[in-house]
T-cell receptor, first 115, second 116 residues
Framework: AQSVTQLDSQVPVFEEAPVELRCNYS??????LFWYVQYPNQGLQLLLK??????LVKGINGFEAEFNKSQTSFHLRKPSVHISDTAEYFC?????????????FGSGTRLSIRP | GAVVSQHPSRVICKSGTSVKIECRSL??????MFWYRQFPKQSLMLMAT?????????EQGVEKDKFLINHASLTLSTLTVTSAHPEDSSFYIC????????????FGNGTRLTVT
């Protein structure tokens, strides 16, 4: 079984400042990792995913994440945030397997951008 | 890209009635769909895995007789909340996983259910 921990429930950041949202996972098997963003009253949108290969993954909206196997982390970063980045961000993990493998979500981090 | 359509986006119903939520994969076939429930300011809780042509697999603690799932085709799964109660009020989100290993989940825009 897999689990995901997002230590920060809320992260306030000033506009144009860098941000890092932390994510740690645990699993007894190899995993795929994902970051999703949720805007109010909407579903989730995929930001980026790590399947294999390069540990630095670039996604949409200027976000990137780095897979660190030794630290079992997959932190999300953006060098300069905008007001429009205000949203809830979820880290997720899935065991490698069939398409029916469940994806487990972390508790989410609310990113609030201050002007 | 892969699109998942969920309908309705918002529904208000009276206690004791049933509500059906539809989830469609518009441009891909989804043999497996997932139904999540999200409470305010909380994460997504997986309710059940919907498999085309077979019975859904429910997570522990989820009443299968209350949350009926039907996956009649490769592009449609439905969730019916039967005999709804106010505590069933929540945000329900469906998702479908594309073909192939490592395919991410594609989400519908969710259904806000309010039971009065």
């Amino acid at each position: 079984a897999q689990s995901v921990t997002q230590l920060d429930s809320q992260v306030p950041v000033f506009e144009e400042a860098p941000v890092e949202l932390r994510c740690n996972y645990s699993s007894s098997v190899s995993v795929y990792l994902f970051w999703y963003v949720q805007y109010p009253n909407q579903g989730l949108q995929l930001l980026l995913k790590y399947l294999s290969g390069s540990t630095l993954v670039k996604g949409i909206n200027g976000f990137e994440a780095e897979f660190n196997k030794s630290q079992t982390s997959f932190h999300l970063r953006k060098p300069s945030v905008h007001i429009s980045d205000t949203a809830e961000y979820f880290c997720a993990v899935s065991g490698i397997g069939s398409s029916a493998s469940k994806i487990i979500f972390g508790s989410g981090t609310r990113l609030s951008i201050r002007p | 890209g892969a699109v998942v359509s969920q309908h309705p986006s918002r529904v208000i119903c009276k206690s004791g009635t049933s509500v059906k939520i539809e989830c469609r994969s518009l441009d891909f076939q989804a043999t497996t769909m997932f139904w999540y429930r999200q409470f305010p300011k909380q994460s997504l809780m997986l309710m059940a895995t919907s498999n085309e042509g077979s019975k859904a697999t429910y997570e522990q603690g989820v009443e299968k007789d209350k949350f009926l799932i039907n996956h009649a085709s490769l592009t449609l799964s439905t969730l019916t909340v039967t005999s709804a109660h106010p505590e069933d009020s929540s945000f329900y989100i469906c998702s479908a996983r594309g073909q192939g290993r490592g395919s991410p989940l594609h989400f519908g825009n969710g259904t806000r259910l309010t039971v009065t």
